[in-house]
């Protein structure tokens, strides 16, 4: 156990956290998830930087940091799904996308082989997170009975396409089209290995 693990281990507890507050609609319950999904998403690139700089790549490392990050971004589009935020389809693509690839390391292992992240998965990533706080900031600030100036600006800029908002719709798709677009990257990658060779 080192640092970097310890702030991955973190993720997992903010996870179950974030799981447990978005079953309690309202304020309390939705702003508890915004934080806790937040700074799950800060340590996401904290523990990896961390890791790499101070030379403490562990086999534990490499097994918990995907797997809090599957954890995390399943969890809450299943909730986005729950609350219309997300079309159940795209729930079930991206979550089918996160077991391919899960798949596909896990053959790369036993051929020898290691299936780095590429650079489609980083934005995808990245855009999948950017649609989750945004949808969590619409619900969290739709939920105060008085918003502040900067509060009342992130609800007006976070709001659903139904409302006519535009970050949260253009995220989403952009979270899908990467998400389909990398998986499909991911297995030509892996073709030789999928043919046994």
Do not use: H
Not at 56 to 84: Q, R, Y
Not at 168 to 175: E, K, R, T
Request: charged share 15%; hydrophobic share 55%; with cysteine.
């Amino acid at each position: 156990m080192n640092l970097p693990n310890a702030i991955t281990l973190s993720r997992l507890v903010l996870a179950a956290i974030f799981v447990a507050a978005m079953s309690f609609p309202g304020f309390p319950g939705y702003l508890t998830a915004l934080v806790c999904f937040s700074v799950a998403a800060a340590t996401d690139w904290l523990d990896g930087y961390l890791a790499r700089k101070m030379g403490l790549v562990t086999p534990l490392g490499k097994l918990l940091d995907p797997l809090a990050d599957k954890i995390l971004v399943c969890a809450a589009f299943v909730f986005m799904s729950k609350l219309s935020f997300a079309p159940v389809w795209v729930t079930c693509v991206i979550i089918g996308r996160e077991f391919l690839v899960t798949g596909l390391r896990q053959i790369a292992v036993e051929a020898g082989r290691v299936l780095a992240a590429d650079r489609l998965g980083k934005w995808k990533t990245t855009f999948q997170l950017t649609f989750v706080i945004t949808a969590l900031v619409w619900l969290s600030f739709s939920k105060m009975e008085s918003r502040g100036v900067i509060a009342d600006l992130l609800w007006k800029l976070a709001k659903p396409a139904a409302e006519g908002g535009w970050l949260m719709p253009i995220s989403l798709w952009v979270a899908l089209a990467l998400t389909v677009i990398s998986g499909a990257n991911y297995l030509w990658s892996s073709r030789e290995l999928l043919k046994g060779r």
